[in-house]
């Protein structure tokens, strides 16, 4: 059916998107759907940057938290920030890379790559930036290596 529909072999043309010419031009809906997608990507990201710009400055500009309750909330700022900026960095920028750079003629297979490294920067991240979960993975091999 591949073969048949767009004269490709489906072991070396894996999608069928914005970047294949039929009859020597785009074709409009398989465009119109990647601009659609970028779009909506983009009014997200310009969102959450936002949202993101917006607790900082309230923040810094609040009166009545105390100095220990700021650190508190600057630290869980920053452990969400980071958490919410890994899965974007593995998976979605991966996906959008997946969709946008054939367009372009870029071979996108390492990228692919990377989503395997989601999980284990997710937990690092987890581990690294909060305090008590750092002191008990510290507790932890310490015990052991003192055995």
């Known amino acids: 059916e591949f ?3 767009y004269g490709l072999d489906a072991m070396t043309h894996a999608i069928i998107i914005a970047n294949y010419w ?3 031009h785009y074709n409009i809906r398989p465009m119109a759907g990647t601009t659609f997608f970028v779009i909506i990507i983009g009014s997200c990201f310009a969102f959450m940057f936002f949202c993101s710009f917006s607790i900082l400055r309230y923040l810094s500009q609040a009166k009545a ?3 220990k309750t ?3 909330q600057y630290a869980l700022f920053r452990g969400l920030a980071v958490q919410t900026l890994i899965p974007v960095v ?4 991966n996906a959008s890379f997946a969709i946008i750079l054939p367009i372009f003629g870029v071979d996108f297979s390492l990228f692919c790559v ?6 284990p920067f997710d937990a690092l991240a987890a581990i690294l ?3 008590d979960y750092r002191e008990a993975v510290r507790s932890i091999v310490m015990c052991r290596f003192d055995s």
Not at 90 to 93: A, E, I, T
Request: include cysteine; charged fraction near 30%; charge should be positive.
């Open 90 to 93: 593995f998976l979605h920028g």
């Open 22 to 24: 039929r009859d020597g």
């Open 114 to 119: 990377s989503c395997s490294c989601f999980p």
């Open 70 to 72: 700021r650190q508190l």
């Open 3 to 5: 073969r048949r529909k």
């Open 65 to 67: 938290i105390s100095t």
């Open 129 to 131: 930036l909060m305090r």
